[in-house]
């Protein structure tokens, strides 16, 4: 980044391995997320730019649903602690250095281009990949614990409403304020490809899984004016619409 010549207004820090089990299997990914972010704030510091960090939902774990920005927060696990550091370390220089930043706490957000990801791509895609093969889309427990799903468009409408702001340091949920269980998932999926397939039940492994998550997007509607848009349904809808335009693009058989 030091070689970076032109003026930057905002920095985008989106780039941090955003799954649990990652972290897990490679303890030092929190070293590497931390001193990564810690240049990204010190070339903010040198050049009087913005930074919008993404952090996640995944930290409010342990607190009772909906989840607010000011619920106190307990690490428990390898990943909230790398987002939850980095939280820290931007009020740390906010408070310091005045470099701006604003913190956005993503729920579970799906999209397009997720393929690449594999295993550790969003519940809806690996879901909709399972059902359009005709396999059984893999659940531990029972299928009704719950997620805030929010469409990846909606998460951009936020980031740029949050960089628009004049907030210089602040916390916000992005999410949609309603939440959906992985069963009613496999609903929508099976409806939209018209399809019939049943989820396989398996006994949950993960220690510490979350159950349950739901937004309370009071703070970011009324001091950005963010609501999400896009529900559950049409969000599917259209990330089959593109899944469909790319495999078409592609010539790829997915049987």
């Known amino acids: 980044m030091t070689s970076i010549k032109k003026s930057i207004d905002s920095i985008f820090h989106i780039g941090v391995y955003s799954s649990s089990p990652m972290y897990k299997e490679n303890r030092f990914l929190i070293s590497e997320a931390v001193e990564d972010f810690i240049h990204i704030m010190e070339f903010a510091k040198k050049h009087d730019a913005k930074v919008l960090l993404t952090s996640s939902s995944s930290i409010y774990n342990g607190n009772p649903i909906p989840w607010k920005e000011d619920m106190r927060i307990v690490p428990i696990d390898f990943y909230t602690e790398a987002r939850y550091a980095m939280e820290r370390i931007a009020e740390v220089y ?81 999410g949609t304020g309603k939440n959906h269980s992985l069963n009613e998932l496999v609903e929508i999926i099976n409806k939209i490809l018209g399809k019939n397939v049943k989820p396989k039940y398996v006994p949950n492994p993960i220690k510490n899984y979350v159950y349950h998550t739901l937004a309370d997007t009071t703070k970011a509607e009324k001091f950005l004016g963010f609501k999400a848009k896009v529900g559950l349904e049409e969000g599917v809808r259209e990330l089959v619409k593109l899944h469909n335009q790319t495999i078409s693009n592609l010539g790829l058989n997915i049987e």
């Open 94 to 174: 906010n408070k310091l250095f005045g470099v701006r930043c604003v913190v956005l706490r993503l729920f579970s957000v799906y999209g397009p281009r997720e393929r690449h990801k594999g295993k550790y791509a969003n519940l809806v895609s690996q879901f909709l990949w399972s059902i359009e093969r005709g396999e059984q889309p893999i659940i531990f427990g029972d299928g009704t614990q719950t997620r805030d799903f929010i469409w990846v468009k909606d998460v951009v409408k936020a980031y740029m409403l949050a960089m628009e702001n004049d907030i210089t340091f602040d916390i916000f949920n992005v």
